[in-house]
């Protein structure tokens, strides 16, 4: 596991694109079906889903017409206001954070949280928020972007999964696994096999100056019409379990009961990590993404340097990035 430090100031959800035309959206529609499979695979259609930082409701009304009864859950208020409209009274759409949310909005049957978990303050904290509106035996999926996955071994820092003026913590698999046991998960399983099948890290990482969140466009234009193209390479790389995207599945005690012992102290670890890295000083002014030696025992080199273009395309400079082994 890795924390970017300091950790990157508040920032609005990033915007969903709308495909335009009936083989984009039957496109489009195919590849959120495929990145849904780890939860509808585990829940029959019928089962109410609580969506945690659902953004513009994407994912939502995907699993609306497949006969899911969703609950969204956005704490951005403009992206809450494109849900509501997209979803247009299919789903309940409610803006606020998991942490607020109103005590009888509970007995989930199953949980969806798709790249929500490396932006946030406190993982831990919103992890139990959720396994409590869950019911016992309930199903809840975590989808982040994959530290210790090939894209990021192969590009190191120009990987756009980074993504340091966003992503606050980066996993590997052994991280990701503890931190939902942590929390008081049962049956919890990590992949890199599944969810991601659009290739945006990949696309991005050999064209950063094509990403369409940073370069709107007739570059961002290009850069979507890229990650079409890749696809199919995105396809084998879940396939063979080498993904970009890690995806857990874990269960809500059936009793119901409470989380592991032993609190994390996150914020704790955040200020006080580069004591225990001898030898490592980020840059002044700048961040770093340096590994949590007590939540990963993967080895960690010395930080690689992001890309100079990466980081103009991206916005952000003065960020360091790792590569895990």
């Known amino acids: 596991m890795a924390i970017t430090h300091p950790p990157p100031g508040a920032t609005g959800a990033a915007p969903a694109w709308v495909a335009r035309g009936r083989i984009a959206r039957s496109l489009v529609e195919r590849i959120l079906r495929g990145e849904l499979r780890p939860l509808t695979d585990a829940l029959a259609p019928g089962a109410r889903v609580l969506d945690v930082g659902s953004g513009s409701g994407v994912r939502a009304a995907t699993l609306v017409r497949a006969g899911y009864r969703v609950t969204a859950v956005e704490p951005d208020p403009r992206e809450a206001d494109e849900a509501r409209r997209r979803l247009n009274g299919a789903a309940r759409v409610v803006e606020q954070a998991i942490e607020e949310l109103a005590d009888d909005v509970t007995g989930f049957d199953g949980v969806l949280m798709s ?5 946030l303050a406190d993982p831990d904290a919103t992890l139990r928020a959720i396994r409590s509106r869950l019911h016992p035996g309930g199903t809840a999926v975590v989808m982040v972007p ?6 990021a071994r192969g590009f190191r820092g120009r990987w756009h999964g980074w993504e340091p003026a966003h992503h606050r913590w980066h996993f590997t698999e052994a991280a990701l ?3 939902l046991i942590d929390a008081g998960y049962a049956d919890v399983t990590v992949s890199a096999a599944g969810g991601w099948r659009y290739p945006a890290s990949l696309a991005y990482s050999l064209a950063p100056r094509l990403d369409p969140q940073a370069t709107p466009g007739w570059r961002g234009v290009a850069g ?3 990650a079409m193209a890749l696809v199919p390479v995105a396809g084998l790389e879940v396939a063979a379990g080498r993904g970009p995207q890690l995806v857990a599945t874990a269960r809500a005690p059936g009793s119901g009961g409470e989380a592991r012992a032993g609190e994390r102290h996150l914020d704790a670890l955040q200020m006080n990590l580069d004591a225990r890295r001898p030898g490592f000083e980020p840059r002044p002014g700048g961040a770093s993404v340096v590994a949590d030696p007590l ?9 690689a340097p992001l890309d100079p273009s990466h980081e103009r395309a991206l916005g952000v400079t003065g960020h360091d990035a790792v590569r895990l082994e």
């Open 115 to 119: 790249h929500v978990l490396e932006h």
């Open 146 to 151: 994959n530290a210790g996955g090939v894209e």
């Open 177 to 179: 696994r503890h931190m």
């Open 224 to 226: 979507r019409a890229l």
């Open 295 to 303: 939540t990963d025992a993967s080895g960690v080199d010395e930080p």
